[in-house]
């Protein structure tokens, strides 16, 4: 079993629909929890950060982490084709620590 | 923002030879970056912690003899694949960490990606 499991996709949804992405996890000490966006055959991008349990919104993006289920989520509100692109979840159990990474979601926005 | 660049984009050279990737923190110095790998359609798999001045910290399963990393200075870090097999073919990507106080701890910023190539 991977330490990190996230649904390899493709996810394919109309512009302005709201993407939803989802990583689980085993390693109970994870604390910190990221997403990355990667375009093809580029280094990923953060995009969203979260300490612990809770949610965190910017922008477009709501980030939500459930410890006690060991699940996160992203939301992608009025998602745009430029938004098309491999979504990672990444974790690491303390900050600047080695990150481990989900097999990342491949996101399709048809316009 | 902070910037990480990589060295050279792509290559391609020939079974059994050496090639080595540069990884560097542009405006901001690094004490400590990871190189990862990332096989087609797949993630990005640790592969070792590079800190500078020190030796790098291999994960399991990386051979430290085949993929030899320097990180001799705070702005640069390499990665010297030697003795290339086509099955080395994959995207090296490395990350750097600005530990100046001016970005967040936890934030990694990661370079563009070296692809490359054994034939």
């Known amino acids: 079993q991977k330490e990190v499991e996230q649904d390899p996709g493709p996810l394919s949804v109309p512009e302005g629909a709201i993407v939803s992405l989802n990583c689980t996890y085993s390693?109970?000490?994870?604390?910190?929890f990221m997403w990355y966006r990667q375009y093809s055959r580029k280094g990923p991008e953060l995009l969203m950060y979260?300490?612990?349990?809770g949610n965190k919104e910017d922008g477009r993006f709501t980030a939500q982490v459930d410890k006690s289920s060991k699940y996160i989520s992203l939301f992608i509100r009025d998602s745009q084709p430029s938004d098309s692109a491999t979504y990672l979840c990444?974790?690491?159990?303390?900050?600047?620590?080695?990150?481990?990474f989900g097999g990342g979601t491949r996101v399709l926005v048809k316009p | 923002g902070a910037v990480v660049s990589q060295h050279p984009s792509r290559v391609i050279c020939k079974s059994g030879t050496s090639v080595k990737i540069e990884c560097r923190s542009l405006?901001?110095?690094?004490?400590?970056m990871f190189w990862y790998r990332q096989f087609p359609k797949q993630s990005l798999m640790l592969m070792a912690t590079?800190?500078?001045?020190?030796?790098?910290?291999?994960e399991q399963g990386v051979e430290k003899d085949k993929f030899l990393i320097n990180h001799a200075s705070l702005t640069l870090s390499t990665l010297t694949v030697t003795s290339a097999h086509p099955e080395d073919s994959s995207f090296y990507i490395c990350?750097?960490?600005?530990?100046?106080?001016?970005?967040?701890?936890?934030?990694?910023?990661f370079g563009p990606g070296t692809r490359l190539t054994v034939t």
């Open positions: 979260t300490y612990s349990s």
């Open positions: 990444a974790m690491s159990e303390a900050a600047g620590n080695k990150l481990t």
């Open positions: 405006d901001f110095q690094a004490t400590t």
């Open positions: 590079s800190n500078e001045g020190s030796k790098a910290t291999y």
């Open positions: 990350s750097a960490r600005d530990t100046s106080g001016r970005s967040p701890s936890y934030e990694q910023y």
């Open positions: 390693n109970s000490a994870f604390q910190y």
